[in-house]
C-alpha cells in the first residue's frame, strides 16, 4: 500500500502535520535525527519511526525505499533539502517539503530533468508558503493569459515557529528579492511599499522576499513577479536599518546568538484557531489590461498541514507530475478551493 515518509516529524510543523494526518487515518513513517523524540511521538500515534541523520545515506536511502514520497518538514531547507532530493533522485521517490526559501526553489527546479528521468516529482512548498499564493497566481494567470507583471501580497501570520524563526534568522541581512524579465534580483530589504487592499482590511504592504518570486514564474510564465507582505511599523524600520546592518547580521558569532535566543515551538492550538490569512494579487499586461483576486483562509500552521496533506493524499493515489513542479503547476488554480473554508473573489 502507498505510504510517505515525515522527516522532521518532531518540529514543530512536522507534528502539527502528523497529528492532522492520524486524524484522516493515515499512518505515515515517521523520521528525524532525534532518535527519542520521533519514538515518543511514533508511540503517540501508533506510527512507525526511523532514525537517522541526512548525512547517513545508506539509512535515508532504506527509509525512502520503504515509501513513495517524502513529506520533508525539517528546515531551514537550504541545510537540509540537498542531502534528501538527492537520495529521492537515487531511490526514484517522490520529494515534497515545506520550504519557502527562494534559494532552495531555485536550486530544486534545476533538478528538473534529473527528476524527470527518473520519473518522479520534486515539489517543494507544499505549506502556506506557497500553495495559497501559487493558486491565486494560477488563477490572475488564467484570467489574463497575457500577463506580463504579477504583484502578490500576504496578511495574518500571527506567531511564528520555532523553524520559521529560524530561517528568517539565517536569511536575515540578505536584503530582498524580485523577478524581473524572468531574472531574480536583488533588491534593498524593504524595497518598496503600496497600499494593498485585502476586503475586509486595508493596510500599507512592503516588499519580501517570498518563496513566489521563484515558484510564480514556473507556475505562470509571468517574467516581473513582487510579493508584500504587512510589517509593524517597528519592523519596517529594522527591516531598512538591516540594509546598512545586514553584513553584521550574516557574521557567524551574531547568527549563533540570534539563533539560540529564538523560542521553541510556534502557535498553539487556540492561537491557530483564530487566526485568519488574507491574500491579495493583481496582473497586468502591457495593453494596460489588469486583473485582480482575494484568497481568504485559515491560520498559516493549520493552512501547510492541510495543504500539505492535500497534496500528499493525491500523491497516495498516484496523482502526480514528474519532474520539478509547484503546487498549481500540476494541480491547478482551484487546487486551494478543496481545502473546506477557504475562499476566492474576483474584485
Ligand atoms: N512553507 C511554509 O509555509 C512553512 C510553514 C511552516 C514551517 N516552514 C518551514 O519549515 C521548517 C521547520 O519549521 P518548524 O517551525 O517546524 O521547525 P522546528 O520546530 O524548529 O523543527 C525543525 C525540525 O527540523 C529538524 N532539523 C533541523 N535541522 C536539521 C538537520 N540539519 N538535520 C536533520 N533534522 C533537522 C529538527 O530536528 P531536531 O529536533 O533534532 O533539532 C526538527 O525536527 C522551517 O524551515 C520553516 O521555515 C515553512
Request: hydrophobic share 40%.
Amino acid at each position: 500500500m502507498a505510504n510517505f515518509l515525515i522527516y522532521g516529524a518532531n518540529g514543530y510543523t512536522g507534528e502539527l502535520i502528523t497529528r492532522f494526518a492520524a486524524e484522516r487515518g493515515l499512518k505515515p513513517i515517521l523520521a528525524g535525527r532525534n532518535a527519542a523524540k520521533v519514538e515518543e511521538l511514533a508511540k503517540k500515534f501508533g506510527m512507525d519511526f526511523r532514525a537517522f541523520d541526512l548525512s547517513d545515506a545508506a539509512k535515508l536511502d532504506a527509509a525512502l525505499s520503504e515509501v513513495d514520497f517524502v513529506l520533508h518538514c525539517a528546515g531551514p531547507f537550504s541545510l537540509t533539502s540537498e542531502p534528501m532530493v538527492e537520495a529521492c533522485l537515487r531511490t526514484r521517490r517522490h520529494y515534497t517539503d515545506i520550504t519557502g526559501e527562494i534559494s532552495v526553489f531555485e536550486a530544486l527546479a534545476a533538478r528538473d530533468k534529473a527528476a524527470r528521468d527518473a520519473g518522479v516529482m520534486i515539489m517543494p512548498g507544499v505549506g502556506f508558503d506557497v500553495v495559497p499564493s501559487d493558486c491565486l497566481a494560477r488563477h490572475l494567470k488564467d484570467r489574463l493569459p497575457s500577463a506580463t507583471s504579477l504583484t502578490l501580497a500576504f496578511y495574518g501570520l500571527g506567531r511564528i515557529s520555532h523553524g520559521t524563526q529560524a530561517t528568517m534568522t539565517m536569511n536575515a541581512g540578505k536584503g530582498g528579492a524580485i523577478r524581473r524579465d524572468g531574472v531574480i534580483e536583488s533588491v534593498p530589504a524593504a524595497w518598496k511599499t503600496r497600499e494593498i487592499d485585502f476586503g475586509e482590511v486595508q493596510k500599507t504592504g512592503v516588499t519580501i522576499p517570498w518563496g513566489d518570486v521563484a515558484t510564480a514564474f514556473y507556475s505562470t510564465g509571468i517574467p516581473n513577479i513582487e510579493v508584500y507582505t504587512i510589517v509593524p511599523e517597528q519592523q519596517l524600520k529594522l527591516l531598512k536599518l538591516s540594509r546598512y546592518l545586514g553584513w553584521l547580521l550574516a557574521t557567524a558569532p551574531v547568527q549563533s546568538i540570534l539563533q539560540k535566543q529564538i523560542p521553541a515551538g510556534g502557535p498553539s492550538d487556540e492561537e491557530r484557531e483564530k487566526g485568519k490569512t488574507y491574500l491579495w494579487g493583481e496582473a497586468r499586461d502591457e495593453a494596460g489590461n489588469r486583473v485582480e483576486s482575494r484568497q481568504f483562509g485559515m491560520e498559516g500552521y493549520t493552512m501547510t498541514a492541510l495543504t500539505a496533506l492535500s497534496i500528499a493524499e493525491k500523491m497516495l493515489k498516484g496523482n502526480f507530475c514528474a519532474g520539478f513542479q509547484t503546487p498549481a503547476k500540476c494541480y491547478g488554480a482551484d487546487l486551494i478551493l478543496e481545502i473546506e473554508g477557504v475562499s476566492r473573489e474576483d474584485v
